[in-house]
């Protein structure tokens, strides 16, 4: 699992041992940073169910001014941060260890950009979703990848579905803000 491009780019990062943590494919992280291309540059950034951390510290080397990684593990919070380190990323960062929902009840920031990745099949996200929304700035974006099965909620507070994306066994599902007039 390497940094695919900026200022880390081609650099290792680690991942925590054994099947509770997932690494995003290779092909689904290039998608998603094809989607958020052009809204990386100064964002903050959210990276929930964070695992190694490596959607957040993609998105700082793209440009991201800030992240906040998010995990329960203790395992995920150690290697978050020294693949933070070791991509001397960590000065735009902070890890919360604790449980998403906690962290985001507690929560004072807004986010431009969220990456929401939790485990597979366990209905995490409809949990936080609506907690979510509520974190983000204006023209935020959500992005929450699943397994390609996996049924979404159409909406969460003022966020709705923007688009969807299927990459093998992954599904990519966009939040952006409903549009008043709309």
Known sequence: MRVITGSARGMRLEAPAGTDTRPTSDMAKEAIFSILQFEIEQAMVL?????????????????ARFAVFVDSSREAQE?????????????NSRVAAMDASAYLAGCTDRFDIALVDPPYGQKKIDEVLPQLAGRMNENGII?????????LPEQAGEFSI???????KAKVTTYKKTAEDE
């Open 162 to 168: 923007y688009k969807v994306y299927r990459y093998g």
């Open 79 to 91: 290697i978050i941060r020294r693949n933070l380190n070791a991509t001397r990323l960590a000065q």
């Open 143 to 151: 992005v929450c990848e699943t397994e390609r099965t996996e049924e």
């Open 47 to 63: 990276d929930l169910f964070a695992g190694s951390g490596q959607l957040g510290v993609e998105a700082l080397s793209r440009g």
